[in-house]
């Protein structure tokens, strides 16, 4: 081959090259494209560990991606009204929300078993139904409103809130209003309290004008900061109402499925490391609030036993009664109840037997 040849040749080679090149650039794009979402949280940014769980899955996924998709967060009523976050998901107002499902009981009461009901799961059993079929049951209820859910985070039990007055009957609950979410409320109202449904940045200022007499929040890193102790000092526990409430990321249904599949993964892996991380954070501060909550003069009182048994028949006529009009309430409520049969089984052999052990250590001063 002479001098020309070869050159003329390899012009040639390099247009093909080329135009491979301009051929593939744009599939590789479309394989990763770049994507901004706007989630809008039910929670105010005082809330810095819930809160912080949108901004932990937002950082994950721009990193992930090398901040080809990347999702801004905004604290609750920046965007929308903090009990319409779903809402505005499903409408596609907003790409995505961070908020517990029970906010929406008002549309059907099965919404509840996406986070808590009285007397239901702990929130390590909370997590072991989500992946054992619970999520996938909450996921089908929510695909007609164009929803999708991915866990993504757990308080663990949560206190019993605050009160102005001693509560040691249950005619002590009588005529009590009390901010309260979710079915625990229309199981107190059997009771005799009035409910009400207060987003978590008016609690406080609610409580302090008395609008309302009690309010249930989460636990005492939350509420230290929040400041209750200032105009209600009787702290009680636990919340059976709450004993592993669950948050959910939300997101519209027909924005998520039109993700490439490796975006999509990449969120449930950042849903699931804020699930994770929630619950871890409570764990490592609540402890130290609670002692700075009752140097600050909270009275820390346990319910009594027959508040309790009162409360617990309350839920089981209230269950017996949401089954029988809402078919997706008793699909979902009879399917956690089986998983919550073995679920207390195994407990108590290893875990409570082992924990009852070390809290009777702690006690004594061994640890």
């Known amino acids: 081959m002479d001098r020309r040849s ?10 093909g090259a080329a135009a491979a090149a301009g051929l593939a650039a744009p599939a590789i794009a479309q394989e990763n494209p770049t994507i901004t979402w706007r989630l809008t949280s039910s929670f105010p940014k005082s809330l810095d560990i819930i809160f912080g769980a949108a901004n932990e899955i937002a950082n994950t996924v721009k990193a992930a991606t090398d901040g080809k998709f990347t999702i801004q967060t905004f604290a ?9 976050a779903a809402d505005a998901v499903a409408n596609g107002t907003v790409e995505m929300a961070h908020t517990c499902s029970y906010y929406y009981i008002g549309q059907d009461p099965a919404f509840a078993l996406g986070t808590a009901i009285p ?31 991915l866990p993504a985070g757990n308080s663990g039990t949560q206190m019993g809130g605050w009160f102005r007055k001693e509560i040691n009957t249950i005619d002590d609950l009588k005529g009590l209003k009390m901010r309260i979410a979710g079915l625990a409320g229309q199981v107190m109202q059997k009771v005799g309290v009035t409910p009400q449904q207060i987003a978590g940045g008016d609690v406080y200022a609610a409580l302090e004008k008395g609008t309302i007499d009690a309010t249930e929040f989460v636990g005492p890193y939350d509420d230290q900061k929040l400041g209750f102790v200032k105009v209600a000092k009787y702290y009680y526990y636990p919340a059976w109402w709450e004993g592993g409430p669950a948050m959910h990321a939300f997101f519209n249904l027909e924005k998520f499925n039109g993700l490439p599949k490796s975006y999509q993964e990449i969120l449930k892996a950042a849903c699931a490391q804020a699930n994770m991380s929630m619950l871890a954070n409570y764990d490592a501060h609540n402890a130290t609030a609670l002692k700075k909550l009752v140097a600050e003069g909270a009275v820390l009182k346990p319910f009594s036993r027959d508040i309790l048994d ?32 073995d679920a207390y089984l195994w407990a108590q052999v290893a875990e409570y037997s082992y924990d009852t052990y070390m809290m009777i250590q702690q006690r004594n001063g061994a640890l």
């Open 6 to 15: 070869f050159f003329k040749n390899a012009a040639t080679a390099g247009v």
């Open 76 to 84: 609750a009523g920046e965007l929308v009204p903090p009990l319409q």
């Open 119 to 149: 007397f239901g799961l702990n929130a390590r059993m909370t997590n072991a139904w989500f992946l054992n079929g619970g999520n996938d049951l909450i996921n089908e209820f929510l695909a007609p409103r164009n929803l999708y859910a």
């Open 310 to 341: 009162a409360c617990y028949k309350a839920a089981m006529e209230t269950y017996a009664e949401l089954s029988a009009k809402s078919p997706a309430f008793k699909k979902l409520y009879d399917h956690q109840q089986a998983f919550k049969k």
